[in-house]
């Protein structure tokens, strides 16, 4: 096929999604390099990758190099929960601009970067507004820059299935909430077209258009258990959000906030992909039987 020809860089190749493009690239007959933070990351990917590369992406002098013969940059580089004394704006978004130097300094062609759904309104996040400004300077880079806006990944549901293990699911509202969060494998394949069609920008969600209430079902159904759900009242989260802003610190606030924001309004983009979510759950809850055995 003509994309054999095409190698493609993938950083944030150990997380969630990164391991899914990777796997989809090799799985349609890309050359991938992959950008890893130790060896040992770089052996669990040995099968599925051409190339392996150590690098720090918020150290730019490691990265030197990393791009050469690369025509295509896939990046998911961030941080959920703060670590190592960096914070979103070190990874994020610097991290993402000294990518994207080095991309330019080699010449490559395209650049893709995986922001979230409807970031442009939530800048007043800090997770937010550091992918935000990354994107500004890619959409302002001599670079063709596509952006692909995801609604939530499936692994980021699997707290309300913690909770439900624990007996109880709390969430904001009435459960009316609707979203439809994606699987890795899906959105994968979402990002390596998107990669080769170089569109601008992209949102991406799953199948599945659910209320918060039934994704909960789901999870309590997938472990056997009973529905208990709390309902808590909107009106809380505007004062726990100043609380945690004032009172514990920024890794501990800003992935909190993120979710707080996120779960007390819509998050629905086009569907796309085949995965339900009942069916991660029912996947998910067979694996901690197994490891509980």
Same mark, same amino acid.
């Given at each position: 096929?003509?994309?054999?020809?095409?190698?493609?860089?993938?950083?944030?190749?150990?997380? *969630?999604?990164?391991?899914?493009?990777?796997?989809?690239?090799?799985?349609?007959? *890309?050359?991938?390099?992959?950008?890893?933070?130790?060896?040992?990351?770089?052996?669990?990917?040995?099968?599925?990758?051409?190339?392996?590369?150590?690098?720090?992406?918020?150290?730019?002098?490691?990265?030197?190099?990393?791009?050469?013969?690369?025509?295509?940059?896939?990046?998911?580089?961030?941080?959920?929960?703060?670590?190592?004394?960096?914070? *979103?704006?070190?990874?994020?978004?610097?991290?993402?601009?000294?990518?994207?130097?080095?991309?330019?300094?080699?010449?490559?062609?395209?650049?893709?970067?995986?922001?979230?759904?409807?970031?442009?309104?939530?800048?007043?996040?800090?997770?937010?507004?550091?992918?935000?400004?990354?994107?500004?300077?890619?959409?302002?880079?001599?670079?063709?820059?596509?952006?692909?806006?995801?609604?939530?990944?499936?692994?980021?549901?699997?707290?309300?299935?913690?909770?439900?293990?624990?007996?109880?699911?709390?969430?904001?509202?009435?459960?009316?909430?609707?979203?439809?969060?994606?699987?890795?494998?899906?959105?994968?394949?979402?990002?390596?077209?998107?990669?080769?069609?170089?569109?601008?920008?992209?949102?991406?969600?799953?199948?599945?258009?659910?209320?918060?209430?039934?994704?909960?079902?789901?999870?309590?159904?997938?472990?056997?258990?009973?529905?208990?759900?709390?309902?808590?009242?909107?009106?809380?989260?505007?004062?726990?959000?100043?609380?945690?802003?004032?009172?514990?610190?920024?890794?501990?606030?800003?992935?909190?906030?993120?979710?707080?924001?996120?779960?007390?309004?819509?998050?629905?983009?086009?569907?796309?992909?085949?995965?339900?979510?009942?069916?991660?759950?029912?996947?998910?809850?067979?694996?901690?039987?197994?490891?509980?055995?």
């Amino acid at each position: 096929m003509a994309g054999r020809a095409e190698m493609v860089l993938v950083a944030g190749a150990s997380g *969630y999604l990164g391991g899914h493009v990777v796997r989809e690239l090799h799985r349609q007959g *890309y050359r991938v390099r992959v950008l890893v933070r130790t060896p040992e990351q770089a052996d669990l990917l040995r099968e599925v990758s051409d190339e392996r590369v150590v690098a720090e992406v918020t150290r730019p002098e490691t990265l030197q190099g990393v791009c050469d013969g690369v025509d295509w940059i896939f990046s998911s580089v961030g941080i959920t929960r703060q670590k190592d004394g960096l914070t *979103y704006m070190d990874v994020d978004y610097r991290g993402n601009r000294n990518l994207l130097d080095e991309a330019l300094r080699a010449g490559a062609k395209r650049f893709l970067y995986v922001s979230v759904l409807h970031g442009d309104r939530l800048r007043h996040l800090a997770i937010t507004a550091a992918k935000e400004r990354f994107v500004e300077e890619l959409r302002a880079a001599p670079i063709q820059g596509c952006v692909v806006r995801p609604t939530g990944f499936f692994s980021d549901m699997d707290d309300l299935l913690r909770l439900a293990g624990c007996g109880r699911v709390w969430l904001f509202g009435d459960g009316s909430f609707r979203a439809n969060p994606v699987h890795g494998s899906d959105l994968a394949e979402a990002c390596v077209r998107q990669l080769r069609d170089a569109e601008p920008e992209r949102t991406v969600g799953g199948p599945e258009v659910l209320r918060h209430d039934e994704m909960a079902g789901a999870a309590f159904a997938a472990l056997g258990k009973p529905v208990r759900i709390s309902f808590l009242p909107l009106w809380l989260v505007p004062p726990l959000l100043w609380l945690l802003r004032r009172l514990t610190p920024l890794s501990v606030y800003g992935p909190l906030e993120f979710f707080l924001t996120v779960f007390s309004r819509d998050m629905v983009a086009p569907t796309f992909g085949s995965w339900t979510l009942a069916a991660h759950y029912r996947e998910r809850a067979a694996t901690l039987g197994r490891e509980a055995s």
